[in-house]
């Protein structure tokens, strides 16, 4: 009785929407769970579901140790589901709509510092294997991409010549890339073995010993195998990559926007988590180059320009 009309809202999202199959997931995995737990509470049709019962719900995530953040997720996910509902005219009402998550702290993002990155990136690859792994994590780390990103990336995606990486991101945005120096030659230096493991037909740019598309869960295996092998103080994930890109973007620029452009963001609060990581070096900008702020230098001295009236 329940699973039904969540078998159509995810059809719907496929076919309509064009939401990615990961996402199709997400929705499918958090409804899921939901029926479950009225089924369990005796509940066996949609359309008799209270708020009372969302409230129940969000009680019973938060008492199993889910974060506010995705109880969130799980709250946006029925919203979304009962707005379909209505649509179909299967529901009078959408009784997740007013429900809130409880508040948690919010987690920063993990980065690792320039030296130890350089450090891991500055290691000889010990086999093609590993020239596509250094070649994928020069990438991500040049560019800032997601791991949905990096995974997605087909041959005519990268301009060589250009230095730059088409990539498509969340809602199937597509932004231009710049790729650094290293990262072009880590690119070329694994295309050559590429083409002796993918046949002419795959598109992928990063492929298995079998020549066929890496996914997400081999690109997260090899980096933490690199990052064991070359010796990180840290466990290394690929968001951490991207955080770290981001970290060392605005550390060394301070352009919020530029930063929040390169990441894709679509909110520029999302890209504002950044700015606490150095808030001492943008304070040390802001007195470099305000020009209400800059001081003098004297015979090696500082002290700031006063007003002696003269």
Not at 8 to 21: C, N, T
Not at 134 to 161: H, I, P, T, W
Not at 263 to 281: C, E, M, R, S, W
Request: hydrophobic residues 35%; glycine residues 8%.
């Amino acid at each position: 009785m329940l699973t039904g009309p969540i078998s159509d809202f995810i059809r719907h999202l496929a076919a309509e929407k064009r939401h990615s199959p990961r996402t199709c997931d997400a929705y499918q995995r958090d409804l899921t769970r939901l029926a479950t737990w009225l089924w369990q509470e005796g509940g066996g049709e949609w359309r008799v579901v209270s708020g009372h019962d969302v409230r129940r719900y969000v009680a019973t995530l938060n008492r199993e140790g889910l974060s506010g953040r995705s109880i969130a997720r799980h709250l946006s996910s029925a919203r979304r589901f009962y707005q379909f509902l209505l649509r179909e005219r299967l529901v009078t009402d959408n009784p997740a709509l007013d429900i809130r998550a409880p508040k948690s702290g919010r987690r920063l993002p993990r980065v690792t510092d320039v030296d130890q990155l350089n450090h891991l990136l500055d290691a000889s690859p010990d086999d093609p294997l590993e020239m596509r792994d250094l070649c994928m994590f020069e990438l991500m780390y040049s560019s800032g991409l997601r791991l949905s990103e990096l995974a997605g990336l087909n041959l005519d995606a990268v301009d060589l010549k250009g230095g730059e990486v088409r990539v498509l991101g969340k809602g199937s945005k597509e932004r231009v890339l710049p790729v650094g120096r290293k990262a072009l030659k880590a690119i070329r230096c694994w295309l050559p073995v590429r083409s002796g493991l993918a046949s002419e037909q795959e598109p992928a740019l990063f492929v298995s010993r079998r020549g066929d598309r890496l996914s997400h869960r081999s690109i997260q295996s090899r980096l933490n195998r690199w990052g064991l092998k070359k010796g990180a103080d840290q466990k290394l994930h690929p968001h951490m990559l991207r955080h770290s890109f981001a970290s060392h973007m605005l550390e060394s620029s301070g352009d919020l926007r530029a930063v929040q452009e390169l990441l894709g963001h679509a909110d520029i609060a999302t890209t504002q988590v950044y700015t606490h990581l150095d808030f001492q070096h943008l304070a040390r900008v802001y007195d470099q180059s305000h020009p209400r702020a800059r001081r003098h230098r004297y015979d090696g001295s500082e002290r700031k320009e006063m007003n002696t009236g003269e």
